[in-house]
């Protein structure tokens, strides 16, 4: 026979577990969601009006944001000079070069008083600066494509090096018409890089306007933005758009202190040119989502490089998402 103070205790249990809510369901934490975000992007001067293929011709990334806050990229960067049927470029033009390397990185959204408006992410590269990165053949194979003649200076790149760098990014991101609208707004951003590819300061800012602008934290361009992106702003509420766009302006200065593309190889002699210490750039573009699939398209023009470079360059890229 149970005494009356286990029948008690068991009421009590009883009468907790009918009127306690659920602790999971009701809690005020939104636990990451499972999946993984793959992006590619491709940038080249060809996708700008301009249409010339020099100085910083090509970049193709590969990212895979594996979780809510850790990824990996694959990128290739392709530089090559004005002159490029020239077999022998003067010293005073861009010399060709090439870089493959590995990122990878981890990012978070931080949480300040119930408002996730600022990001950081930290990156490290792991890669080889020369014909090892393979920028003669794609660019050759790419030619052949499109029915133009190769670059005739390729004999004359940058030696091979080992590549390797830390990039350091925050962003944050003001909503100028309301947290509920998403109309309008602006993220600013900082990066630091640190190492044998780029050591240089970013300081950027994009204004977007379109709607549902959460669904993304920006668009930056290869060579100076980390590859994170939150695999949770691609989910998106049962009762909320599966359709959302906007077009944005991008502007950054960049304090360089070292650029493999202008300054050449760190550990071995190499043709160089006479590196400008401030750039900065303009960029126009839109991105569209549907459901989980995200495409950007966008037009950059960066002022001189280097002190004999002959004008400003114009590049434009393509990136598709796919969350999955």
Request: glycine fraction near 8%.
């Amino acid at each position: 026979m149970r005494s009356l103070p286990f029948i008690a205790l068991l009421a009590a249990a009883k009468l907790m577990a009918e009127t306690a809510p659920p602790l999971i369901l009701n809690s005020h934490l939104s636990l990451p969601a499972p999946g993984t975000v793959l992006s590619l992007v491709e940038e080249n001067d060809k996708f700008a009006p301009k249409n010339q293929d020099r100085y910083y011709t090509q970049g193709l990334r590969l990212s895979f944001n594996t979780d809510e806050h850790h990824y990996w990229a694959l990128t290739q960067e392709i530089n090559t000079p004005a002159d490029t049927n020239n077999s022998n470029p003067p010293d005073t033009d861009l010399p060709y070069s090439g870089a493959l390397y590995l990122s990878y990185g981890y990012g978070l959204v931080l949480e300040r008083g119930g408002r996730r408006d600022c990001l950081f992410s930290a990156e490290f590269q792991l890669g080889v600066i020369g014909p090892a990165s393979g920028a003669a053949n794609v660019q050759n194979k790419f030619h052949d494509l499109v029915g133009i003649t190769h670059p005739a200076g390729w004999d004359t790149q940058l030696p091979n090096e080992p590549a390797m760098n830390l990039n350091l990014e925050f962003k944050r991101r003001f909503e100028l018409d309301g947290a509920p609208k998403h109309l309008r707004d602006l993220i600013a951003r900082g990066q630091l890089q640190m190492g044998t590819l780029r050591t240089e300061v970013v300081l950027g800012a994009q204004l977007r306007w379109g709607w549902d602008l959460d669904r993304s934290w920006g668009h930056g361009t290869i060579r100076h933005s980390n590859a994170y992106q939150p695999v949770q702003s691609y989910n998106f509420a049962a009762d909320g758009p599966v359709i959302s766009g906007w077009f944005f302006i991008d502007a950054q200065t960049e304090v360089v202190v070292r650029n493999y593309a202008t300054d050449g190889t760190n550990f071995v002699d190499s043709r160089s040119v006479v590196r400008r210490p401030v750039i900065l750039q303009l960029s126009l573009g839109t991105t569209f989502h549907f459901y989980h699939l995200s495409g950007t398209y966008f037009v950059s023009v960066r002022t001189k490089e280097f002190e004999t470079q002959q004008d400003y360059h114009y590049f434009g890229g393509l990136k598709a998402d796919l969350k999955f």
